[in-house]
């Protein structure tokens, strides 16, 4: 039979952990654009295709006007075979037991926060190193007309914006069906939500979401993430070309040192596959340094 004093241990322990994973879960931003995988393999390898439908992978006759018993024409995607080390993301934080018990701001509560929120943020950093370095489509500012540029006249997001979504268009994807993306940083964000183009759009819907998610702008949900790297943007269809291969998902364990600690202890498992990098446009140039 438990005993009441060993239950209120329990029920601390199931506290700790769901209130890390909450945390997690509210927090991520790259990887809520990513579909999840499950893996069991210390390497993942995967083959990262491409998306020309003019000429990828295209022999002999084309496609239009095969005649009649006439062999047909024969293509292929073209891909390449990347292979990644599944990755240990975690971390682990100590709270005293007079800390628990007699300090004034709630430190257990800090703690689970801040802990949470560093793991989640590395992986939200990986993830957006692999989709900048992997990006198959791209959209340069001209210098000068940054996104705060010294010229207000000049900026102009919205076309920028608009470029991205049509050079995907130009690939075959459509990012207007509901699934795509604008994704900033907090600088770039406070660049284009205080340009009066952006604010004045009959297209701009404010409003605040889960997982980083700020409202639409020209149909592209916006996400504001820190991990986005500073002086570029993407404009992205969400778990389509970008998978979590996870491997272990995110574990809480809580270590008790009875009379003197607690030790909050989180991890997770996995890497960040990029599929099909043609459903990214990489803007580059957002930011006057």
Known sequence: MTAYGDREVEQRYEFIDRAVKAVVKIEEKWKSLCAIDSSSAWTESYFRETNDDDTDGLTGSPIRGVPQ???FPFFDVTETKVSAVIQKYA?????SLEAQQSATVPMLQRKIYRLGRKIVYQVDVAIEAAVSGAAGNGVSIVAGYEWNSDTIQNRDP?????DAVQTLRNDGIDALTGNGYLVVNGTDYTNIIS????LNHPTYESGVM???QQG??????IVISEATTADQAYVLVARQGMVWKQAEGLKVKTIVDEGKSTTIRAWERGVVQIQAPNEVCKITNTRKT
């Open 210 to 212: 889960g997982n980083g």
């Open 69 to 71: 018993y006439a062999p």
């Open 195 to 198: 340009n009066s183009k952006v």
């Open 216 to 221: 639409k702008l020209l149909g592209l949900t």
């Open 158 to 162: 919205v076309k920028d914006i608009l």
């Open 91 to 95: 971390g682990e934080s100590v709270i």
